[in-house]
């Protein structure tokens, strides 16, 4: 991981240092819808993808307080069942869902024990499905280019959490997401 970024992400109140956790999961969340559909699970990524807004929503000062109640057990579990064993299934798709949904676990951990170092993953998940991409999609020789730039996105998104107030409601909130998106991988 970037030490800069390491950086950036450890002067972050913990709502914004979640908040980079879960944008980098909404990033990749993608590669995990496909991987789940096409493996039959749709209704299960439609509470995944549910979990993930809670998350989001959850950032705010208002829910923040309660973050650690706002996510259950059952939502640990249920992210644990539906990371992808690449041991089984060695294929590109399996290994891009299992980086995103290993990512929401980690954001799940940093609601219950406030540790830094699992938002400091979710962004280094980021960098090993660009680096999956460049080898295995893309056939490059190596992959310097493009991590350089995911690691310019994500000193871009940190500058845009960093900026915005620190009593962001909702509706910042689903502006964020829709700029998250801009920069989506899959």
């Known amino acids: 991981m970037d030490e800069k970024i390491k950086n950036k992400i450890l002067k972050l109140s913990p709502n914004k240092q979640l908040l980079f956790g879960v944008s980098c999961v909404k990033r990749m969340e993608a590669n995990l819808e496909n991987y789940l559909i096409n ?5 299960i990524f439609a509470i995944v993808s549910k979990l ?12 923040f307080n309660q973050i650690e109640e706002l996510v259950s057990a059952d939502d640990m579990e249920l992210i644990e069942q539906i990371i992808p064993d690449t041991d089984e299934d060695g294929s590109n ?3 891009l869902a299992q980086n995103a949904a290993i990512a929401l676990a980690y954001c799940l951990d940093f609601t219950k024990e406030n540790n830094v170092d699992f938002i400091n993953y979710c962004g280094l ?3 090993e499905t660009v680096d999956v991409i ?3 999609i ?12 995911e690691l310019a996105i994500q000193n871009q998104v940190l500058k845009i959490i960093n900026n915005m107030k620190s009593d962001f409601d909702s ?7 829709l700029t998250v998106t801009q920069f989506k991988i899959g």
């Open 39 to 43: 493996s039959g699970d749709t209704s």
């Open 52 to 63: 993930i807004d809670k998350i989001f929503f959850g950032c705010t000062l208002d829910q």
């Open 93 to 95: 798709e399996a290994v």
């Open 125 to 127: 998940k980021v960098v």
């Open 134 to 136: 460049a080898f295995s």
């Open 138 to 149: 893309l056939n490059l020789e190596n992959s310097d280019l493009l991590i350089s730039k």
């Open 171 to 177: 509706i910042d909130i689903e502006k964020f997401k």
